[in-house]
C-alpha cells in the first residue's frame, strides 16, 4: 500500500505562494461522508509518490494530528503553465464499497516484427482507457503488448487488452487499441489532411469575400 504524509494548513491566497516556495504543495481532501480539509504535501514525496500512483492507485493518506487514515486517490492537480510544477492537489477519499470510473494509460511493450522486419509505423489509437471497479481494484495501468502486430493486416482491440475480472473496461469492444501501418499510408494521410485544410481555407476565404462584396453593394445601393 502506497502511504503519503500531510499536514492541516490555514493558508489561504498569497500564504500559499510562501507554502511552494517552502517545498510544499497545498492540497484538498473531500470525499463521501468527511469533512473537506486544506492539506499541504511535501512536494518531493508527491512526485515520487504519484510517478508510482498515477490517478488510479489507493493511497493511505496520513494527516498530522489526526488519528484517522483516509485512503484516497490523486483526483486531479494544477500545474504552473511556465515550469510544470504542482500548484494544488485535489485527494478523494471514495466509498469503497462501490465501483467508481476512472482513465487508467496504457502501457505498450514488447516489438511489432511489422515495424522491424516490415518497416512499417506503430499507431496507437488510445493511450489511456475508461474503467470501472471498486476502488481497491483499480489498476495502476494496463499493459499492450505490441509483439501481436506480426502483419500489416493484425490490429490489437479493446477486447485484447488484458484486465481482471474485477474491472470492466467502458469502450467499444471492436475499437482498434493499436495497430502498424506501412509508411506510405501514413504519408497518403498526412497529404489528404493537408489537402482538406486547404480546401477550408479557401472556402472560408470565398465566404468572406462574399459577404464583403454583399456589404460593398448594399453600401452602394
Do not use: C
Request: hydrophobic residues 40%.
Amino acid at each position: 500500500m502506497f502511504t503519503l504524509k500531510s499536514k492541516l494548513r490555514n493558508e489561504k491566497g498569497r500564504d500559499t505562494q510562501e507554502l511552494r516556495a517552502d517545498g510544499m504543495i497545498p492540497a484538498v481532501l473531500y470525499g463521501p461522508g468527511i469533512e473537506n480539509k486544506n492539506l499541504s504535501l511535501d512536494s518531493k514525496e508527491f512526485y515520487k509518490l504519484y510517478r508510482q500512483t498515477g490517478k488510479s492507485s489507493l493511497i493511505s493518506l496520513a494527516v498530522e494530528g489526526d488519528k484517522s487514515t483516509y485512503m484516497v486517490l490523486v483526483n486531479d492537480f494544477d500545474t504552473n503553465p511556465l515550469t510544470s510544477q504542482v500548484i494544488h492537489v485535489d485527494l478523494y477519499q471514495p466509498d469503497l464499497t462501490k465501483e467508481i470510473e476512472t482513465e487508467v494509460p496504457l502501457v505498450f511493450e514488447g516489438e511489432s516484427a511489422a515495424v522491424r522486419d516490415l518497416g512499417g509505423t506503430l499507431v496507437k489509437n488510445i493511450s489511456e482507457i475508461t474503467v470501472k471497479a471498486l476502488p481497491a481494484d483499480l489498476p495502476r495501468e494496463i499493459r499492450v503488448d505490441i509483439s501481436k502486430l506480426n502483419t500489416f493486416d493484425d490490429v490489437i482491440m479493446v477486447k485484447d487488452l488484458v484486465v481482471t475480472g474485477k474491472v470492466e473496461l467502458l469502450k467499444n469492444a471492436d475499437e482498434i487499441v493499436a495497430l502498424a501501418t506501412p509508411v506510405e499510408n501514413i504519408e497518403a494521410e498526412l497529404a489528404e489532411a493537408i489537402e482538406e485544410k486547404v480546401e477550408d481555407v479557401a472556402k472560408v476565404e470565398k465566404k468572406e469575400k462574399d459577404v464583403v462584396t454583399e456589404a460593398e453593394s448594399e453600401g452602394k445601393a
